[in-house]
């Protein structure tokens, strides 16, 4: 079987634990791409963070963020984005106003966030994987509700952080009961992502595949957490780094190894070694 197409996820993957992309790393996606294979990255990351590591990896091709809502290569010529209505975003504002969290409407091009007090600990745990505010400027307000009513807003996604387990849970059986058309991903650490219904990364993979004529089967993609194991299942060759979780590396056709011991590199020379050069 010859791949065609990669798809990486960008933490805990292509991003050692200092946060950085390491020169082993960097080298094997050259080496991916003069096989004439597709790179793509797939995250939950908002667009512009994700094309700052695109940069840096001198990728210029379709990016799949925001967990799949928005895929572009541009900023301003996305091929795909699905948007949760303005009122739908009101309506999930109002319910998490009456939790202790953290709130994140993530636009593609800019981030609004309610502020908390005395919260430190919750708002690092936020800063975490959003990237630099000088990329992506990031607004923090009293009142989610009041800016909406004042600067209606439709962003990809939403993002919430719970210190909370109980509450976290109360809060997402409310928003289920009392909002449409949305999905809820529940992450790591208290922290869920609320997208468009119908919005997911092995989608926005299937989408992309769409318009480059490539099946999933002609595919590799390699995730670190649960949020990827639809991606790493239903695609040719699902790969787990050593430092996922458990359960995804049950579910992964092939492991190797941890972002910092350079497994993005490691599985490039295994799978990709023998693998002749895809004629355009």
Not at 27 to 56: H, M, Q, S, W
Not at 101 to 118: F, I, Q, T
Not at 157 to 179: G, N, P, S
Not at 187 to 203: L, N
């Amino acid at each position: 079987m010859a791949y065609r197409l990669l798809a990486l996820n960008i933490d805990g993957v292509l991003l050692r634990s200092n946060a950085r992309l390491s020169r082993q790393t960097k080298d094997a996606i050259e080496y991916v791409k003069n096989k004439g294979v597709y790179i793509t990255l797939v995250t939950d990351r908002p667009f512009p963070a994700a094309k700052r590591v695109a940069k840096a990896l001198k990728l210029d091709t379709c990016l799949i963020t925001h967990d799949g809502a928005y895929l572009a290569s541009e900023l301003d010529e996305p091929i795909y984005e699905r948007r949760i209505h303005e009122d739908k975003v009101f309506q999930i504002g109002e319910i998490l106003e009456n939790y202790s969290c953290h709130v994140r409407l993530l636009h593609e091009r800019y981030g609004v966030g309610n502020k908390l007090k005395s919260k430190s600990q919750l708002m690092a745990k936020m800063t975490i994987g959003m990237g630099d505010p000088l990329f992506y400027p990031i607004t923090f307000v009293d009142s989610i509700c009041d800016y909406i009513l004042d600067n209606p807003v439709s962003p990809p996604k939403i993002q919430v952080q719970f210190l909370d387990k109980d509450q976290q849970l109360e809060a997402i059986e409310e928003i289920e009961k009392q909002v449409s058309n949305i999905n809820i991903i529940e992450g790591k650490q208290g922290r869920i992502s609320i997208v468009p219904e119908g919005v997911s990364k092995v989608r926005g993979l299937q989408r992309l595949g769409r318009d480059l004529g490539i099946g999933l089967d002609q595919m590799v993609a390699i995730g670190s957490s649960e949020e990827d194991i639809d991606l790493i299942t239903q695609v040719g060759l699902g790969v787990a780094m050593g430092n996922s979780p458990k359960a995804v590396q049950q579910q992964a056709d092939w492991i190797t190894r941890s972002n910092d011991m350079h497994g993005v590199a490691y599985m490039v020379r295994e799978v990709f070694r023998k693998q002749l050069k895809i004629e355009k």
